[in-house]
């Protein structure tokens, strides 16, 4: 058999200093999506994920709540590795930015961009606030009664100059517009595309990449006084999930470069301008695409917890369904744009939908073969129009539907594979099995079949969305395990007349508004 193709697609890694929100669930649940689509597709798909447990955030957080930021990270990563497996992510790890592998990545990265002559020590001034022991922009401050400077947290700020490290993106414009000429596929949407190169034509100045004045993060090689820049460190860890600085490893040859990394619109410059920078300088191959997803707001507010609207990812899988939140989300908002969560439409998306869209279709099919074809997958007669126009429509859905996903436009994929739910619904309705029972039983089986194959094939597609429903439809389809990915689809893989089929049971149950909600709506 011929070597499967590999594919490495990544989220960004999040701070855990919080609790997961929806903003973090969306972000795993697309990549998620994107990774189980490739592995139907036959790739060799590895998908990494995890979280950037260094940074002046997670410090501040730390300091705020009497705790250091190791124990802030302890208490808060287990949080996202559990978010993961509750909503089905398909990960093949789990990085965080505190193992040693990535201590020991990120300094040879380093290393190399120093031996490249692209570090060099300089001074760094700026605002700085003591208290938060953080930087600020001039353009951040506020004037205190007493005319002196206060951060926006109202702390007190002094100008300060340190020793800092830094790195010579100032060098690099010319080597990245020459790059996002060449790859015009390297950044998308086409949007946030143009605002790079905008913002990169504009000049770039030089990096400030190491700080002196506080411990947490990997040191510099060599200077470990200085601990690096967390965004050096952060991005590093997509080479350190599949083997670096061990370039001979099986894992880095094969999935290096990356595929894609799915992330948000706010970090789009730190992964097409610096990212692509830093390996540039370490000579070390540059991912193939970044993709920057919209943010997700709560009918139209940022969440914050001062709002008190942040909503809880596990409390939104545990009131309406893994699959269903997976499918609204995805779903719901165009992928690359932003969007809104709300209840009503979450509920609307499971009853319209999920009930009855694709749940009558598969309900009302299997129900009929169950009473009055002896439970098995009933032989067809000869195909009228419609039937043929039916399977056709199946048989030709995959192509649209790479072709969307290859755009990172998931909510189209779901578009095409729903506008063949909907011819189908329409050819059972008009096709009516139920009228032939008496009169025509082979007419009735044959549309039953006809029904019951094309579903076959949407639950094959839908797999990479809703893992576990699709499954349950092949289940109740009588589709063995090994049949199940995209080489099955079209004719090839037509059900088999006369197997045996379990009871028919609802997969997509309507939501009640007497089920459970979410408080925080
Ligand atoms: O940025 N809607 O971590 P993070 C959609 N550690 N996506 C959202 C969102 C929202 N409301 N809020 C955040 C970091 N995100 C860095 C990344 S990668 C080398 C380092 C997305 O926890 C955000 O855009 O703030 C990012 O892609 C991810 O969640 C983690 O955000």
């Given at each position: 058999?011929?070597?499967?193709?590999?594919?490495?697609?990544?989220?960004?890694?999040s701070y855990?200093?919080d609790a997961?929100?929806?903003g973090h669930?969306?972000?795993?649940?697309a990549?998620?999506?994107?990774?189980?689509?490739r592995r139907?597709?036959g790739?060799?798909?590895?998908f990494?994920?995890?979280?950037?447990?260094?940074g002046?955030?997670?410090l501040?957080?730390?300091?705020?709540?009497g705790i250091?930021a190791a124990?802030l990270a302890d208490?808060n990563?287990p949080?996202?590795?559990?978010?993961?497996?509750?909503?089905?992510c398909?990960?093949?790890d789990?990085?965080?930015?505190?193992?040693?592998r990535h201590t020991?990545?990120?300094?040879?990265l380093?290393?190399?961009?120093?031996?490249?002559?692209?570090?060099y020590?300089?001074k760094y001034?700026?605002?700085?606030s003591?208290r938060d022991?953080?930087?600020?922009d001039?353009?951040?401050?506020?004037?205190?009664?007493?005319?002196?400077?206060?951060s926006?947290?109202?702390?007190?700020?002094e100008?300060?100059?340190?020793?800092?490290?830094f790195?010579?993106?100032?060098?690099?414009?010319?080597?990245?517009?020459?790059?996002?000429?060449?790859?015009?596929?390297?950044i998308?949407p086409?949007t946030r595309?143009?605002?790079?190169?905008?913002?990169?034509?504009?000049?770039?100045?030089?990096?400030?990449?190491?700080?002196?004045?506080?411990?947490w993060?990997?040191p510099?090689?060599?200077?470990?006084?200085?601990?690096?820049?967390?965004?050096?460190d952060?991005?590093?860890?997509?080479?350190?999930?599949v083997?670096f600085?061990?370039?001979?490893?099986e894992?880095?040859?094969k999935y290096?470069?990356?595929?894609?990394?799915?992330i948000g619109?706010?970090?789009?410059?730190?992964?097409?301008?610096?990212?692509?920078?830093?390996?540039?300088?370490a000579?070390v191959?540059?991912p193939r695409?970044?993709?920057?997803?919209g943010?997700?707001y709560?009918?139209g507010?940022?969440?914050?917890?001062?709002?008190?609207?942040?909503?809880?990812p596990?409390?939104?899988?545990?009131?309406?369904?893994?699959?269903?939140?997976?499918?609204?989300?995805?779903?719901?908002?165009?992928?690359?744009?932003d969007?809104?969560?709300?209840?009503?439409?979450?509920?609307?998306?499971i009853?319209?939908?999920?009930?009855?869209?694709?749940?009558?279709?598969?309900?009302?099919?299997?129900?009929?073969?169950?009473?009055?074809?002896?439970?098995?997958?009933?032989t067809p007669?000869a195909?009228?129009?419609?039937?043929?126009r039916i399977?056709a429509?199946?048989?030709?859905?995959l192509?649209p539907?790479e072709?969307?996903?290859?755009?990172?436009?998931?909510?189209?994929?779901?578009?095409?594979?729903?506008?063949l739910?909907?011819?189908?619904?329409?050819?059972?309705?008009?096709?009516?099995?139920w009228a032939?029972?008496?009169?025509?039983?082979?007419?009735?089986g044959?549309?039953?079949?006809?029904?019951?194959?094309?579903?076959?094939?949407?639950?094959?597609?839908?797999?990479?969305?809703?893992?576990e429903s699709?499954?349950?439809?092949?289940?109740?389809?009588?589709v063995?395990?090994?049949?199940?990915d995209?080489?099955?689809?079209g004719?090839?893989?037509?059900?088999?007349?006369?197997t045996a089929l379990?009871?028919?049971?609802?997969?997509f149950?309507?939501?009640?508004?007497?089920?459970?909600?979410v408080?925080?709506?």
């Open positions: 058999m011929a070597e499967k193709r590999p594919y490495y697609i990544t989220t960004a890694i855990p200093n997961p929100h929806i669930a969306y972000e795993a649940v990549t998620d999506a994107l990774a189980r689509f139907l597709q790739l060799d798909v590895y990494l994920t995890g979280t950037d447990e260094h002046i955030k997670m501040q957080t730390a300091r705020a709540q250091t124990e208490r990563t949080k996202f590795r559990d978010m993961v497996r509750v909503l089905n398909s990960n093949d789990f990085i965080t930015t505190r193992e040693p020991r990545s990120t300094q040879e380093w290393r190399r961009m120093q031996e490249a002559g692209d570090i020590l300089g001034a700026g605002w700085y003591v022991e953080a930087y600020y001039e353009s951040e401050l506020k004037d205190a009664a007493d005319g002196t400077k206060l926006p947290q109202g702390t007190p700020v100008w300060v100059e340190e020793e800092s490290y790195f010579r993106l100032s060098a690099f414009q010319d080597r990245l517009l020459a790059h996002y000429e060449a790859h015009p596929e390297f998308g086409e595309a143009n605002e790079v190169k905008s913002f990169v034509r504009g000049g770039l100045q030089d990096l400030s990449v190491s700080r002196t004045t506080f411990d993060g990997v510099v090689p060599g200077d470990p006084k200085h601990i690096m820049y967390v965004w050096v952060a991005l590093t860890n997509y080479i350190t999930g083997g600085p061990d370039e001979e490893a894992s880095f040859k290096w470069p990356a595929d894609a990394h799915i619109k706010d970090i789009i410059r730190f992964h097409t301008v610096y990212w692509p920078a830093f390996l540039m300088s000579g191959a540059l695409q970044v993709f920057g997803h943010f997700l709560n009918r507010e940022k969440m914050s917890k001062s709002i008190g609207n942040v909503v809880d596990f409390a939104l899988a545990d009131a309406y369904g893994v699959d269903q939140i997976r499918y609204f989300l995805l779903r719901e908002v165009p992928f690359g744009q969007g809104n969560y709300s209840r009503e439409a979450i509920v609307n998306r009853n319209a939908d999920l009930a009855n869209d694709l749940g009558n279709l598969a309900q009302r099919s299997l129900s009929m073969i169950a009473k009055n074809c002896g439970g098995q997958i009933p007669g195909l009228a129009d419609a039937d043929e399977l429509a199946a048989d030709g859905v192509p539907v072709e969307a996903i290859d755009a990172f436009a998931i909510h189209r994929a779901l578009e095409a594979v729903w506008a739910i909907a011819d189908t619904n329409r050819y059972f309705a008009g096709e009516e099995p032939h029972k008496k009169t025509n039983p082979e007419r009735m044959t549309i039953l079949y006809v029904t019951a194959e094309v579903t076959r094939q949407i639950a094959i597609l839908v797999q990479a969305v809703m893992p699709g499954a349950k439809l092949l289940d109740l389809l009588g063995a395990s090994d049949s199940r995209f080489s099955h689809l004719p090839k893989g037509r059900l088999t007349p006369g379990p009871a028919p049971s609802a997969v149950p309507r939501h009640l508004e007497s089920d459970n909600e408080a925080a709506s």
